[in-house]
């Protein structure tokens, strides 16, 4: 597999992101399965604009998409984003987070 080199100005922009323990948490979730605002809101126990800013942020620069289903959006990893093999080499390196989603449903 050919691998593209990353700007250090991008991958700061990148790292200083996912700094944050619960968008690092939402990516790691997100490489499994796609989940809705309610989701988060109940995983990390935030109020929904708290989430809906931390989503921003990532769809922002591309690393998450949106799939509008009715009033609901899911977010999923954006993997046709030209950073996500830079990102998919860090996530991988993480535990999963699969215990977290486990019995939490709505939409």
Same mark, same amino acid.
């Given at each position: 597999?050919?691998?593209?080199?990353?700007?250090? +100005?991008?991958?700061?922009?990148?790292?200083?992101?996912?700094? +944050?323990?619960?968008?690092?948490?939402?990516?790691?979730?997100?490489?499994?399965?796609?989940?809705? $605002?309610?989701?988060? $809101?109940?995983?990390?126990?935030? /109020?929904?604009?708290?989430? /809906?800013? %931390?989503?921003? #942020?990532?769809?922002?620069?591309?690393? $998450?998409?949106? +799939?509008?289903?009715?009033?609901?959006?899911? =977010?999923?990893?954006?993997?046709?984003? #030209?950073? =996500?093999?830079?990102?998919?080499?860090?996530?991988?390196?993480?535990?999963?987070?699969? %215990?977290?989603?486990?019995?939490? /449903?709505?939409?």
């Amino acid at each position: 597999m050919l691998k593209t080199e990353i700007e250090i +100005d991008q991958a700061a922009i990148i790292l200083k992101l996912l700094g +944050d323990k619960t968008r690092l948490t939402m990516m790691k979730i997100l490489t499994t399965q796609e989940c809705c $605002v309610c989701e988060f $809101v109940e995983i990390f126990n935030m /109020s929904q604009p708290s989430i /809906s800013q %931390h989503l921003r #942020k990532l769809k922002d620069i591309g690393l $998450v998409k949106e +799939d509008r289903r009715g009033q609901w959006i899911f =977010y999923s990893i954006n993997n046709n984003n #030209k950073f =996500y093999p830079f990102v998919q080499e860090l996530l991988q390196q993480l535990p999963s987070q699969a %215990h977290k989603i486990q019995g939490i /449903s709505c939409c």
